[in-house]
C-alpha cells in the first residue's frame, strides 16, 4: 500500500515562495509517475503539474507555468513542488498523487486520475 505525506504548507503573503514536500512510502517510487493537484474552496480539484518516473518531463497547469517547479529525489522517495510569485487564488489544499498505471506520462497525467493520494497540505496566500 503506498502512503503519501505532505507537509510545507502555511500562510504566506502574496509573491513569497513556498515549497512542498511529499514523502512517500509503501511502493517503488522510482516507478510512478507522480503529480501535484490543488482544491481550492468550493471549488473542484485540478491538476497542478506532474512529472515522469526518471524526472525527465514535466507537466503544468496553464495557471502556475512559470511560477512552479515540480521535481522528485528518488534516492530519497520524495516529491517537491516549488511555488514562486505566490497569488491569493494559489490558495487551496495541495495533494500529492501517484500513478500506478504501467503506461503512464506526465502528459496523461494531465487528464488521467492517479491511483494514490495524500491528505494534503493546506496552502494560504493573503493579499
Known amino acids: 500500500q503506498v502512503q503519501l505525506v505532505e507537509s510545507g504548507g502555511g500562510l504566506v503573503q502574496t509573491g513569497v515562495s513556498l515549497r512542498l514536500s511529499c514523502a512517500a512510502s509503501?511502493?517503488?517510487?522510482?516507478?510512478?509517475?507522480m503529480a501535484w493537484f490543488r482544491q481550492a474552496p468550493e471549488k473542484d480539484r485540478e491538476f497542478v503539474a506532474a512529472?515522469?518516473?526518471?524526472?525527465?518531463?514535466?507537466t503544468y497547469a496553464e495557471s502556475v507555468k512559470g511560477r512552479f517547479t515540480i521535481s522528485r529525489d528518488n534516492a530519497k522517495n520524495t516529491l517537491y513542488l516549488q511555488m514562486n510569485s505566490l497569488k491569493p487564488e494559489d490558495t487551496a489544499v495541495y495533494s500529492c498523487?501517484?500513478?500506478?498505471?504501467?503506461?503512464?506520462?506526465?502528459?496523461?497525467?494531465?487528464?488521467?486520475?492517479?491511483?494514490?493520494w495524500g491528505q494534503g497540505t493546506q496552502v494560504t496566500v493573503s493579499s
Open positions: 509503501g511502493g517503488t517510487f522510482s516507478s510512478a509517475v
Open positions: 498523487a501517484a500513478y500506478s498505471q504501467p503506461f503512464m506520462t506526465a502528459t496523461r497525467a494531465m487528464s488521467d486520475m492517479p491511483r494514490y
Open positions: 512529472i515522469s518516473r526518471n524526472g525527465g518531463t514535466t
